[in-house]
């Protein structure tokens, strides 16, 4: 059995149709409901108010929802921040994300996934369970904010960290679940730029290993992806640093939207894979230790 992690990073991105971010909500949590697909859903605390009751479409027993800062600025990186400022960001969005959802949130995922190991000394103190910024082995990491030339060392199963190092082994009790990648990441991304049959054959590399290994499979999306892109230059408070890798993506946002369905029932129509949500896989992990 491999478990497959679904993961969606949902945050209020300026440069794309306000509209067309909340209304592809309704078309997520319907098409994903109708596969039986739990998804672990990554939200921004601005979110919250920005999309208000849209997010009922997304909050379902199956889907975990996770912490994903509080407004994706570029200044928020947690591999930067210091302690106070990490202890108030992610004080108010646990507190934030709970109170809308009636449930606390287990799982985070830092913007541009970035982390330390302050932040995760400090996500343990707050009852976070894991943490999903690593990406093990992946080599542009100069491509995000939040990147770090320790991912190339970094353990591809889940693993426990050091208290002095976000990328190593250790007795902190957070699990980090790595983003699967072999040198580029396994995301939408690299779907819009390679096409649906490269995916597949990523797919199934990753596949063969984690057969081997029981390491799990982990895909990330994002919500903003499937509006239309308003501006190519802009300011804001959650600007996203665009790379030349974005001029190679499809520009047709119904076909990016089809072409993450037809990856995701691919990968669930091998009898191998075991779809899970964040807070399903750290309690298989607990149960089946390594």
Known sequence: MVPLLITMDLEVAGDHDPEGQKNILKNIGSDFKEL???????????????????????????????????????????????????????????????HFFKRKAESFRGPFMSTSGITQKVLTEYGIRSDFSVCSQRIDFMNSIGGDIRWLISPRQPYHPSDSSPYRKGKNPLWVVPLSCICAPFISSMLYIFGLEFMKLFFRILLKESISTNKPIVYLFHSYEFSKDINSVYSGSNKHRKSFLHNLYISDIKKRYELNLSLIGYMLSFKEIQPMNSYQLINHLERNPN
């Open 36 to 98: 039986k697909l739990p998804m672990t859903v990554f939200l921004t605390c601005d979110s919250v108010d920005y999309f208000g009751e849209r997010l009922r479409t997304i909050d379902t027993p199956g889907n975990e929802i996770g912490i994903h800062g509080v407004n994706h600025s570029a200044r928020e990186n947690y591999a930067r921040l210091d302690e106070d400022t990490i202890r108030r960001n992610l004080e108010l969005s646990l507190n934030k994300i709970s």
